[in-house]
Nanobody, 126 residues
């Protein structure tokens, strides 16, 4: 079983910064990719940033955060971060971290699993 623990949400003023963190723990064999989503009431969950570079892939951002948000990872600790700069009121949302991992499911067998954090609230005041 894999768990994600998020931290770092809160209140910021427009133009300010926040840094979110998400630590994965549990029976992780390897990580495929990981990222951050966000959701506001009444809207679908939106991909903010996805990091596939751990396996040679790319890092992608939604257009609205390019140049302001940066996703990074700390491999030895299975932790990802989202540095959010120049925040705007429209960035207000619940932010969820996401890991796509392989877990040990038996002798010489791995299963891929999608895991979500519980969400952390980010509120940006104008």
């Amino acid at each position: 079983q894999v768990q994600l623990e998020e931290s770092g949400g809160g209140l910021a003023q427009a133009g300010g910064s926040l840094r979110l963190a998400c630590a994965a723990s549990g029976n992780i064999w390897s990580i495929s990719h990981m990222g951050w989503y966000r959701q506001v009431p009444g809207k679908e969950r939106e991909l903010v940033a996805m990091d596939r570079s751990i396996n040679g892939g790319s890092i992608n951002y939604v257009d609205s955060v390019k140049g302001r948000f940066t996703i990074s990872r700390e491999n030895g600790k299975n932790t990802i971060y989202l540095q959010m700069n120049n925040l705007k009121p429209e960035d207000s949302a619940v932010y969820y971290c996401y890991f796509h991992v392989w877990v040990l499911s038996g002798p010489n067998r791995q299963t891929n699993v999608e895991v979500w954090g519980r969400g952390t609230l980010v509120t940006v005041s104008s």
